[in-house]
């Protein structure tokens, strides 16, 4: 089986070798439309990306009321921190409140010269558990902590989580639209880049058919010669995304590659593509 295996390997890479033409184009073909993919892909990663960090940093602001003591204030810390919902509690002396807000007013800052006290509260940066980061969920929190004794004001920007909310679900929703048309796109021209390869080699095909050949002898070349070009194929298109991407990041410097296993996969997809577009391709001419 070994032998055989090795054998049918040998058969393909000594036909591509033959027809380095027509390898050549189809494998400059396949890189092309695969780019095309892959800079759909790696758009969406980011997009994902920032989403995510967005999505991490949402935070609930509770604001203590004037005068509470530090038995008080640890009571609630203690109370905050016990809800199933919540995942971290930081405290912000109202101290640490105006020093952060001297340093967001840079030189501006001299305007707090003219206060007489401080007037902002103590205050807890309420940290929600990832299951729980959503405008139902921080909504529900939100109430239970402003029904706590000592609390004054809860906020977790319900306008900017309303239309968060809203943009997120819209960027799926074009993302799946688009996705769904580039993939189906990339798919068909690469199908009918294989096709040109097996259209070439039709005689061929014929004439082991009349000697006996089975389907699954005549098969196994043509899908290693689809894997080993979408493989070939898909590492251009990476190489080409990574010279985009160096480019691009003058204008986008948070912009980010694709990690290891991301192309790991991606090369896998790609390898699959090129078997199945070799497969299908041959199913008409199987039949004579």
């Known amino acids: 089986m070994i032998r055989k295996g090795a054998y049918l390997a040998q058969e393909a890479f000594r036909t591509l070798l033959r027809h ?6 189809s494998v400059v ?12 892909l790696l758009a969406t990663d980011n997009l994902l990306r920032l989403v995510g960090e967005a999505h991490r940093d949402l935070k609930i602001y509770v604001y203590l009321e004037d005068g509470i ?22 405290f912000v002396s109202k ?23 401080n007037p902002l509260p103590h205050a807890f940066w309420v940290q929600p558990k990832t299951a729980h980061k959503n405008r139902q969920s921080i909504a529900y929190v939100a109430g239970k902590i402003l029904q706590l004794d000592g609390v004054s004001e809860v906020r977790y920007g319900k306008e900017f989580l309303d239309k968060f909310t809203a943009i997120v679900k819209g960027i799926y929703y074009v993302d ?13 021209i690469i199908s009918n880049a294989v096709r040109l390869t097996v259209i070439g080699r039709r005689r061929t095909i ?17 899908i290693i010669e689809g894997a080993f070009q979408g493989g070939v194929a898909a590492a251009v298109s990476l190489l080409l995304l990574l010279g985009i991407t160096f480019l691009s990041r003058r204008y986008l410097p948070d912009l980010a590659y ?6 790991t996969i991606y090369t896998a997809v ?19």
């Not at 921190?81 to 930081?90: S, Y």
């Not at 694709?258 to 192309?263: H, L």
């Open 176 to 188: 799946a639209v688009v996705g769904l048309i580039v993939i189906l796109s990339a798919v068909f």
């Open 29 to 40: 073909i396949m890189s092309l439309s695969l780019l095309m993919l892959a800079v759909f």
């Open 95 to 117: 101290a640490q409140a105006l020093e952060d807000f001297r340093r967001q007013l840079g030189e501006d800052s001299s305007l707090l010269e003219a206060l007489d006290a």
């Open 69 to 90: 003591a530090q038995s008080g204030i640890e009571s609630l810390h203690r109370q905050i921190l016990a809800m199933d919902e919540t995942d971290a509690v930081v």
């Open 270 to 288: 790609c390898v699959a593509i090129g078997s199945i577009g070799s497969f299908t391709a041959l199913r008409r001419y199987l039949r004579v």
């Open 206 to 222: 014929e004439i082991m058919k009349l000697v006996g050949a089975t389907n699954r002898f005549i098969t196994a070349p043509f």
């Open 20 to 25: 380095k033409g027509v390898t050549v184009t």
């Open 258 to 263: 694709f990690s290891a296993e991301k192309a």
